[in-house]
């Protein structure tokens, strides 16, 4: 089925520095949205935009929301231990069903 | 406010068997979504509930599957003569539209069922 491109597949940084991950789509979607997996549980939603070029925060998180609508980006400032994990970017075209990204995953170096 | 809810974690079943699933969603939401998740790919949509009515299901959803809302409350998965290609992780989602003229707003999922079919 219709799938986002998710990049990078894998990150490996060190504590403490920044992260960029991105996720495009050839489609147009109405919502973005960002959710971290830990293994063995469901994803937990970190950030949600609605509007072409809207940015958002939550803490040291920023997410933003294309012009295009085909594309967000999600940055994660001063990386720490339990940023590890499998972030995916989800979104909906109005169809009431998420279209998911495969996934980042993110691997930090103490 | 306790969250999605899904039962069991874990379910091993042999080839052939029948399995069912049930999720609680957050109990304000009128909106209930099953996906599927396999190893390394991000979940996909299997189908979607707007109270007790069952509104859209995906082609991944083949007539082994049933899914069920009677109340507009919980929600069961079944799946009938399960096959090894069954194995997977199903995650439940619900969330609430009152406020959103369009999309899903936001779904909040619970810790899912990992099927392991031998």
């Known amino acids: 089925g219709q799938q986002l491109n998710q990049s990078p597949q894998s990150m490996f940084i060190q504590e403490g520095e920044d992260v960029s991950m991105n996720c495009t789509s050839s489609s147009i979607f109405n919502t973005w949205l960002w959710y971290k997996q830990d293994p063995g549980e469901g994803p937990v939603l970190l950030i949600a935009l609605y509007k072409a070029g809207e940015l958002t925060s939550n803490g040291r998180l920023t997410a933003q929301f294309g012009i295009t609508r085909k594309d967000s980006f999600l940055n994660i400032s001063a990386s720490i231990p339990s940023d590890v994990g499998i972030y995916f970017c989800a979104g909906d075209q109005g169809a009431q069903k998420l279209v998911f990204g495969q996934g980042t995953r993110l691997t930090i170096n103490p | 406010d306790t969250g999605v809810s899904q039962d069991p974690r874990h379910k091993i079943t042999k080839r052939g068997q029948n399995v069912t699933f049930r999720c609680d969603p957050i109990?304000?939401?009128?909106?209930l979504y099953w996906y599927r998740q396999t190893l390394g790919q991000g979940p996909e949509f299997l189908t979607y509930f707007q109270n007790e009515a069952q509104l859209e299901k995906s082609r991944l959803l083949s007539d082994r599957f049933s899914a069920e809302r009677p109340k507009g409350s919980f929600s069961t998965l079944e799946i009938q003569r399960t096959e090894q290609g069954d194995s997977a992780m199903y995650l439940c989602?619900?969330?609430?539209?009152?406020?959103?003229?369009?999309?899903?707003?936001?779904?909040?999922f619970g810790p899912g069922t990992r099927l392991t079919v031998t």
């Open positions: 989602a619900s969330s609430s539209n009152r406020d959103r003229i369009l999309g899903s707003g936001e779904q909040y």
């Open positions: 109990s304000e939401h009128n909106r």
